[in-house]
């Protein structure tokens, strides 16, 4: 998990900004990913790329975006319209099915 | 859509004293992987299993894929407090893209 940096750790945004969440990895994976994951919840899959140029929406992508224009980059806007973005924020990568590797996470609160 | 449960939620346990999680899908895994997240922390990749009936350890931890490919349980022995945290299943259909399980913490009393 070295190879993954996500900045900042912690984050504080006021209501109907955008923020941008940093995720880099030196890894060379394909595939990158951004989990929410909320207190003594689970992880919840919100956008991943497996190719530059190329992203796929998960399971809660309403009021984010992202983008991947670079093989090492993979950063993620939450926006105005996400709800209830207070959340711990995970990105990961991997090079096969699984075995995903994760950063050491952004936490985002509203304030 | 796809879901991934696991059970039990929490668990506390006696130092010494065995645990088990178990992992649940609603459809048949390409492969299961296991992660260990400590309070504060990231999660962390344990293993992988991808046959049927796989079993595999790693000191005192213990990880079993169902004959059907869609549960799995991981068992740690003579629990230490350096266990606690809490454990998730992540399982893949297909593809690059996996579901994560709901999580069991550990809690582990001295």
């Known amino acids: 998990d070295g190879g993954i940096t996500q900045s900042p750790k912690y984050l504080f945004r006021k209501e109907g900004q955008n923020v941008t969440l940093s995720c880099e990895q030196n890894l060379n994976h394909d595939a990158m990913y951004w989990y929410r994951q909320d207190p003594g919840q689970g992880l919840r899959l919100i956008y991943y790329s497996q190719i530059v140029n190329d992203f796929q929406k998960g399971d809660i992508a309403e009021g984010y975006s992202v983008s991947r224009e670079k093989k090492e980059s993979f950063p993620l806007t939450v926006t105005s319209a996400q709800k209830n973005p207070t959340a711990f924020y995970l990105c990961?990568?991997?090079?096969?099915?699984?075995?995903?590797?994760f950063g050491q996470g952004t936490r985002l609160t509203v304030v | 859509g796809q879901q991934v449960m696991q059970i039990p939620q929490y668990q506390h346990v006696q130092e010494g004293e065995d645990f088990t999680t178990y992992c649940n899908s609603s459809?048949?895994?390409?492969?299961i992987q296991w992660y260990k997240q400590r309070p504060g922390g990231h999660p962390v990749f344990l293993i992988q299993l991808v046959k049927s009936g796989e079993v595999k350890k790693q000191k005192r931890l213990t990880f079993q894929f169902g004959e059907a490919k869609k549960n799995s349980s991981l068992h740690i022995t003579a629990t230490q407090t350096t266990d606690v945290g809490t454990y998730f299943c992540a399982g893949s259909i297909t593809g690059n893209q996996f579901y994560f399980g709901t999580g069991t913490s550990l809690t582990v009393i001295p």
């Open positions: 990961a990568s991997s090079i096969e099915p699984g075995k995903a590797f």
């Open positions: 459809t048949t895994l390409s492969n």
